[in-house]
């Protein structure tokens, strides 16, 4: 499945490319793939991300910088770095049975951020880019609310009935793990303020936006991970299984609207 949402994004991209990306855009593409080559090799190589992982950091990164600029990529790479640091600290890969990130994994994180970005590029509209942050922050937010918790936190609760359940556990929180999703929502708030020179309520639309998609992702986790929870398909005989991945796109999607939302009504 990773390696079809790499082949459908790097079309949509060359398609992007041809008919909606300036001049600039297309030069910032091009830059764009050596410089995400450069950033996400070492982490294939040190074992954070697998081949596919690594192409869809790639893909990502190519669609943030070439349609986002380089405030966007630096954005990207604040999120990226802090996250490999973190995970590289941590024991909740361990707990989950997996050691590198894969492709869905990526996507699951950067979807909406790139999706955000390439409306951005079609229709032109600067809330379109606060979404593409919000999605980004409740990826930071998540990201640093597991880690943290798994390395830190002595008891953890499930967010639903707020019983002790054993670190790692989906819906699982902790009072270091909703702390660190506090700082990680506020890393990425905090730098748009000087990167994209955004105002200060702005920021703070963001930061809240971050934070509740990653509570939101808690809850998710809770209520459909742990319990198997399956969505049966329309017109067919199928069901779609929430795992983490899913979960993960829905709460960042939802970072992404509450972010524009918040910034509607409150900026």
Known sequence: MDRKLNALFIFLLIVLFISVASVSQQWNIILGIGL???????????GKLTLDG????????????????????????????SSAILSGH????????????????VWANGLWVVLFFVFFAIF????????????????????????IGAMLARTTYCITNFKEVKPGTDGGVSVPG????????ALIAFASLFIFSFSQP?????????????????????????????????FTERSFSFDNNAVNVISTGMGAMLAITLKLIFV
């Open 124 to 147: 032109e509209s600067p809330v379109l880019v606060v979404g593409a942050i919000g999605a980004l922050a409740a990826a930071a937010a998540d990201t640093w609310g597991t880690e």
């Open 202 to 234: 702005v920021a703070i639309c963001i930061f809240s936006a971050g934070f509740l998609g990653s509570v939101l992702d808690s809850y998710f986790g809770a209520i459909f991970q742990r319990n198997n929870g399956t969505v049966p398909l329309p």
């Open 90 to 105: 941590s024991d909740v890969e361990a707990l989950k049975g997996s050691s590198r990130r894969n492709g869905l994994q």
């Open 36 to 46: 995400a080559i450069v950033v996400t090799f070492p982490s294939f190589i040190g």
């Open 178 to 185: 909703t702390a660190a999703s506090l700082v990680g929502s």
């Open 54 to 81: 690594m192409f869809a950091a790639i893909v990502v990164g190519v669609f943030v910088f070439g349609f986002g600029g380089w405030a966007a990529a630096v954005l990207l790479l604040l999120f990226f770095l």
